[in-house]
C-alpha cells in the first residue's frame, strides 16, 4: 500500500510538472517547424535525403533540448552566468582559430562530421548572461548601462569579424531588449537604436533626418548624464 501511494504520487508530480508547459507555444513551434519543413521539401524534391528530414530532426531536437532546459532550475544559469559568458566567447574565440570558411565567412566549427555555428548558441549565452547580471541590479544606473554593453560588445565584435552582419544586428536586438525589461531609462534605448533611425531616415528625406537629429540631441542632453560632454558624442555617434 505504501509502494502504490508513492508512485500515485510520482505520477501525480510528474504530470503537474507537464501542466505548466505552454502548450500553445509548444503547437506553434511545431507548426512553424513543420511548415519550414515542407518549404525546403519543395524547392530540394531532386535529392537523395531531403534537408526537409534534417529540419525536422533538428526541429525535434531543439524541442527535446527545450523541454530539459525548462525543468532546470533557473538559479543554477544565474551563478553560472560567468562561466556561460565566457565559453560563449570562447568559442566564437575557436571559430577564429579552427573554424571552417565557405561564402567568405568563418563561422562554423566542423564537431564530428556536424558544423556546428556557435554563433548560434552565443545568442542564448548572451540572454543568459545579461539577464543574471541585470537581476541583481535593483536600479539601472548610467555606469550600470555601460558595464551591460561592455559585456554585450565582445560577443558582438566576435561574431561581426566572422563577419556575420545579421547575427551582430541581433546581438543589438537582444541587448535593448534586455535592458527595456531591466527598466532602464527609456531615452538610452532611444539613444542605443538612434543609429540604426537615423540610417534609415538619412536615406529617405534630409529634413527629416534632420528633425531626427535634433530630437536625439534633446533627448541626449535631457537623460544622459554630464550632458555638455556626453550629448555631442551621442550626436557624434
Not at 108 to 135: D, R, T, Y
Not at 172 to 188: E, H, R
Not at 212 to 228: F, T, Y
Request: proline content about 5%; overall charge positive; glycine content about 6%.
Amino acid at each position: 500500500m505504501p509502494q502504490k501511494l508513492v508512485l500515485r504520487n510520482r505520477r501525480k508530480s510528474l504530470l503537474q510538472q507537464w501542466q505548466q508547459v505552454d502548450w500553445l507555444l509548444m503547437a506553434v513551434y511545431a507548426a512553424m517547424t513543420i511548415f519550414g519543413s515542407v518549404m525546403i521539401y519543395s524547392v530540394n524534391l531532386n535529392e537523395d535525403l531531403p534537408y526537409s528530414w534534417q529540419h525536422l530532426v533538428t526541429g525535434a531536437l531543439g524541442l527535446v533540448i527545450a523541454l530539459a532546459i525548462a525543468r532546470c532550475n533557473y538559479e543554477i544559469l544565474i551563478r553560472w552566468k560567468w562561466i556561460i559568458y565566457g565559453f560563449t566567447n570562447f568559442s566564437l574565440i575557436a571559430v577564429q582559430v579552427v573554424g571552417t570558411t565557405a561564402l567568405g565567412a568563418q563561422r562554423w566549427i566542423n564537431i564530428a562530421g556536424f558544423h556546428v555555428q556557435p554563433s548560434e548558441f552565443a545568442k542564448i549565452g548572451l540572454i543568459l548572461s545579461l539577464a543574471a547580471f541585470l537581476e541583481s541590479k535593483p536600479r539601472i544606473g548610467f555606469p550600470t548601462l555601460v558595464k551591460t554593453l561592455a559585456i554585450a560588445a565582445v560577443p558582438w565584435g566576435l561574431v561581426f569579424i566572422e563577419p556575420n552582419l545579421g547575427t551582430s544586428l541581433i546581438f543589438g536586438a537582444i541587448t535593448v531588449g534586455i535592458l527595456y525589461w531591466a527598466n532602464v531609462n527609456p531615452g538610452w534605448l532611444v539613444l542605443l537604436i538612434s543609429p540604426v533611425v537615423s540610417a534609415i531616415v538619412y536615406s529617405i528625406y534630409v529634413p527629416i533626418w534632420i528633425m531626427c537629429i535634433s530630437a536625439i540631441g534633446w533627448i541626449a542632453w535631457r537623460s544622459l548624464p554630464w550632458p555638455w560632454l556626453t550629448a555631442p558624442i551621442a550626436l557624434g555617434i
